[in-house]
């Protein structure tokens, strides 16, 4: 497979791949170009967004059309011939999610260096994300790699041999990347509701086509190709904007160099906001409201009767006034959002009391920004255990995300495609450097979002709010809400609420760049969810069909009908996914390391023993994946609310171990699955080999 | 539960198949540089509120690395594993050029 032998042949292959990479992103600027020229001759944003979503999504299904396949070697693993530098490209846009481009600035907004007491987070993303790719080069990849495999359960099969071994990894593949690929569709669908104003649902299913051409025509190779294509734009989407502001701010549009002076002001805007009496009467505010729905917890269902009524009295009253159809849509609508029952209430009002809890805090709850760690070392009992608690909570998501890394397989699978064991590991390192172009970024951009809305949306008036805060507002006001709590009809820190998803929308808008831009971001969100569902689903597939339905018992098919067969599993599975995720379950980002830890639990223990130590037996390694996977999915589960509700409670993990978020499970996963297989495998390990003299005798 | 394997219709794949065993320098080269990884990760962030009150360049220190400096180290640990395992692999493919048979140098990657 490794394409020794043609060494002129290869060059020459290399430079036609870096011509047309070159066409490509001139094609794109010059496509921005005149979409920016356009604008300015006047024409109108509701264009723009659906053309940017419209074109992107043609392009990349072009390239599946183009790069369609049959053939087994190519739907899996592309040939085995694709270049380390674009394998790391690939690869990258792969690994670059919908939570990484969405998500991952607008966390280091709201969670500065290290998150929050309950809720670990800032930069522990970043690093987690980044070092786990010294695990994957040094640890995984090119062992991998040098075993000519197909899939990550692959793996298992062939070092530990016997059927279990697979079985348990193509389900743990199945699952974790299930997780994560419901995250996808859930930020595709966000972006293409936003881009063309149509419903969150409508918009998932307009994203899905597009990830479906791709995986479905061309498998592996194709989708090596089209991520290649959303790199470039997803590399361009976030550049853009964060040389903009560095630009309008700090006069140089290299972020990461020059951001540091803005820290320093941030920390003394912070003190300034920390003294300001208005914003202790917002804090005052939040927190009555907050007292308010702690009263009604008290009688749940009275309160909930008197709610009911109080809207059936306000559409009464909108009727006789014969007011406003808007109105008495709205307050019907208020209506039908009134929890069904009881329950129902009382679980969102609990919500709801901690939301406004939450808010009732200097700086709406936000931490300061470049300060590590909640608490003081040197304060009172208290505040140390508040400060070791964040500072263990920190580490182990930082953890968890780091070997979580070195278990995913759809990132493990992409080392496949490289020609030679060589190319894997400098795959790997390409990959790594074409994700820190990005990530170096995030952090200055969520510093420089910060540095702006505390200079220019801060003190504010109501009257005179940018018109994008509105429009993001009706996306869905947990994106974005902005209240006047204390009526003074300026805007407060305290009283601007930005979800997660949405700042590294909003950075155009927030900004002053020209729309245009706005669309390309949307546009690289849009590539960032589709280029990682791409290969999450084809790994869901590859396990399901490959790993499972053909491992069970030998059956009779042509490589053709295999690959046929993984590629109506692969819309089945999408169309699954598009379903859990029209349910909304939750933020981006809890859902995707939710997924970390239950890979970092149930391959990487496993994994590692079975390519460092020799005497990893089978049961050793079945032993280890069901530990480790049970384990985290365990505690996980253990701190559902829904499910503490309805089982009963010596089922359940009680409290947090050692203070660590459920988050975090990896760090019990980890330890459990590597201590169990090293256990069970001393124990069953077979008797001594006779010594091969002997047998010659 | 368990079974011997599987009559199974792919041959390469129907037994246990035990790693080869890990060249030192291999080894070594791998502890030092996830020694170092541990080391830019995990000790500083432990550390990183006493790194903060030092300030290089208008940075708080301990912000830095965990912004910018951790990644770059990240990036040149995969680097230096790169071009350090080449090498590993240029002198062995040497040695074993210099007996007369010389062995396709692919057929046993170390990784």
Avoid at chain 1, 163 to 178: D, K, M, Q
Avoid at chain 1, 508 to 521: A, F, H, I, K, N
Wanted: glycine residues 8%.
């Amino acid at each position: 497979m490794a394409e020794n032998g043609a060494a002129d042949g290869d060059k020459a292959y290399l430079w036609r791949l870096h011509r047309i990479l070159a066409t490509y992103v001139l094609g794109v600027l010059g496509f921005l170009a005149l979409m920016t020229w356009a604008e300015s001759r006047g024409l109108s944003r509701h264009w723009i967004g659906p053309i940017f979503l419209f074109l992107s999504v043609m392009v990349y299904a072009g390239i599946g059309v183009y790069g369609r396949t049959t053939d087994a070697e190519e739907y899996y693993v592309a040939g085995r011939r694709i270049p380390p530098m674009y394998n790391g490209m690939a690869a990258a846009a792969d690994w670059m999610s919908a939570a990484s481009f969405i998500s991952l600035s607008g966390a280091l907004y709201l969670q500065g260096f290290s998150g929050t007491p309950g809720h670990a987070g800032g930069l522990a993303y970043l690093l987690g994300w980044t070092g786990g790719f010294c695990l994957v080069a040094i640890l995984v990849a090119p062992h991998l790699r040098a075993m000519g495999l197909y899939t990550v359960p692959d793996f298992f099969q062939v070092r530990f041999g016997g059927r279990w071994p697979r079985v348990i990894a193509a389900l743990a593949a199945v699952v974790c990347s299930f997780t994560y690929v419901v995250a996808q569709i859930y930020g595709v669908g966000l972006i293409a509701s936003r881009l063309t104003g149509v419903q969150f649902e409508i918009g998932i299913m307009l994203g899905l086509g597009g990830v479906l051409l791709c995986s479905f025509l061309g498998g592996m190779r194709a989708i090596t190709w089209t991520q290649v294509a959303q790199y470039v734009v997803l590399l361009l989407a976030f550049l853009i904007p964060v040389s903009w502001l560095a630009y309008k701010q700090l006069g140089n549009p290299v972020a990461p160099l020059v951001y540091g002076t803005q820290i320093s002001k941030i920390a003394d805007m912070e003190a300034e906001l920390l003294a300001s009496p208005a914003e202790y009467e917002v804090v005052a505010a939040y927190l009555a409201r907050a007292r308010d729905y702690e009263a009604r917890l008290e009688n749940v269902e009275a309160a909930l009767e008197d709610e009911r009524i109080a809207i059936r009295e306000k559409i009464r009253v909108l009727r006789a006034k014969n007011a406003d159809v808007g109105l008495i849509v709205a307050a019907s609508r208020e209506l039908a959002a009134l929890p069904r029952d009881a329950t129902a209430a009382r679980e969102r009002w609990t919500k709801l009391m901690q939301e406004n809890y939450e808010r009732a805090q200097p700086l709406g709850g936000l931490p300061r920004h470049s300060h590590a760690y909640a608490g003081y070392p040197d304060g009172t009992p208290e505040e140390q255990a508040v400060f070791t608690d964040s500072r263990r909570n920190f580490l182990a998501l930082m953890f968890c995300l780091m070997v979580g890394t070195a278990g995913l397989p759809h990132l493990l699978m992409r080392y496949y495609t490289s020609p030679t064991v060589a190319g894997a590991r400098a795959s790997v390192a390409w990959s790594l450097f074409f994700i820190a172009l990005l990530y170096l970024s995030a952090p200055a951009l969520a510093v420089l979002v910060k540095f702006e809305v505390m200079n220019n949306l801060v003190g504010s008036h109501f009257d005179a709010l940018p018109n994008w805060i509105a429009q993001w507002a009706r996306v869905d006001a947990s994106l974005l809400s902005i209240e006047d709590m204390n009526g003074d009809g300026l805007v407060q820190f305290g009283e601007i609420h930005l979800g997660a998803d949405l700042i590294m929308l909003a950075t155009p808008e927030l900004g002053g760049l020209p729309y245009v831009v706005s669309g390309l971001v949307a546009a690289g969100g849009l590539a960032a969810a589709l280029s990682t569902a791409d290969g999450l689903l084809l790994t869901i597939s590859n396990a399901l069909v490959r790993d499972l339905y053909f491992q069970a018992k030998p059956r009779n098919a042509s490589p053709e009908q295999r690959v046929i067969l993984t590629k109506f599993t692969l819309l089945a599975v999408a169309l699954a996914a598009a379903f859990v995720a029209a349910l909304k379950p939750s933020d981006i980002l809890p859902l995707v390391s939710a997924s970390f830890s239950l890979a970092a639990s149930a391959f990487v223990p496993v994994m590692v023993l079975g390519i460092f130590w020799r005497g990893t037996t089978r049961q050793g390694a079945v032993a280890g994946m069901l530990c480790g996977l049970g384990l985290a999915a365990y505690y996980m589960l253990s701190h559902v609310p829904s499910l503490r509700a309805t089982l009963p409670h010596w089922l359940l993990a009680d409290g947090l171990w050692f203070g660590i978020q459920p988050i975090s499970a990896g760090v019990f996963g980890v330890p459990a699955g590597l201590v169990s297989a090293v256990l069970v495998s001393w124990l069953t390990r077979p008797p001594p080999l006779r010594p091969p003299v002997r047998l010659e005798m | 539960m368990m079974q011997p394997p599987p009559p199974s219709h792919e041959a390469e794949l129907a037994g246990p198949f035990p790693p080869d065993l890990h060249d030192v320098r291999h080894l070594q080269l791998k502890a030092g540089l996830l020694l170092l990884w541990a080391l830019v990760s995990f000790v500083a962030m432990y550390f990183a509120r006493d790194l903060e009150a030092l300030v290089v360049g208008g940075w708080p220190l301990g912000f830095w690395i965990a912004a910018q400096g951790a990644v770059l180290v990240f990036i040149a640990i995969v680097v230096v594993y790169c071009w350090a395992m080449n090498r590993f692999e240029r002198q062995d493919a040497a040695q074993a050029d210099l007996p007369s048979a010389p062995p396709a140098p692919q057929s046993h990657p170390h990784g």
